[in-house]
């Protein structure tokens, strides 16, 4: 027996898109997909855009946005950037936890380098020892341009983290200034890395309460690939 699989970006989304794709091989009228994951069942709505697949990952349910970030000073020496390119630092999640940076510039993005001795003292205790740095406008409609390490998880740089920015636009929605009913970002990442990954994310409020958060973008793919599965394997 014979199983076929086939490897997109970017995980969730991505496995979304790639179940459309194998029933849909041209056309693509838009589908709604429910995966049962262990946050509980994820909505993805797929649909064909620019000759492409494009899925939008939907979540429910409360920001988790704890105090306790380290200061500017700290996560500056986590990144080897200079204190005042660190506009702000904050905790926040929507399942995984991550400490954001917001940095004065594209380059100040680019320029960091990972300290792991400070990162080690700084983050690898803390509530969220993930950390996901950009820059960019944080009003509605913004474009951010962003890079993501996790040394906790053993990944060196992540070319497009969608439970970032699903938390980041979740976040900075929640705050009181940001009264409409809906709140968009745009975010670059993986530049640096040479996978460069367009992420779209968004929030929803409804009586000053964000109720839920949307993250998705433009699939590729990447490769496919064939293997035997044994009949021994399948007994049940």
Known sequence: MKYQFHIVDVFTVGTACALVREQRERHCDPIRLILMEN?????????????????MLTLSGKIDAPTGAPSATDLAAVLSIDPAQVSQVFFAGVGLPFCFAQLSSNEAVDRATINRANWAKTLSRAWAPTVFFFAGNLQDGGNLYARMWAPALGMEE?????????????????KSEFGGMAYRLSIQQGVSIGRRSEIEAEAHKRDGIVTSVSV?????????????????????
């Open 39 to 55: 946050v509980g069942p994820v909505t993805v709505d797929v649909a064909q855009r620019n000759g492409a697949l494009h899925g």
């Open 216 to 236: 998705g973008g433009a699939t590729a793919y990447i490769a496919s690939g064939e293997f035997d599965v044994p009949p021994s394997a399948l007994a049940p």
């Open 158 to 174: 992540d070319p497009a983290t969608g439970s970032a920015c699903a938390a980041l636009v979740g976040a900075v929605a929640s």
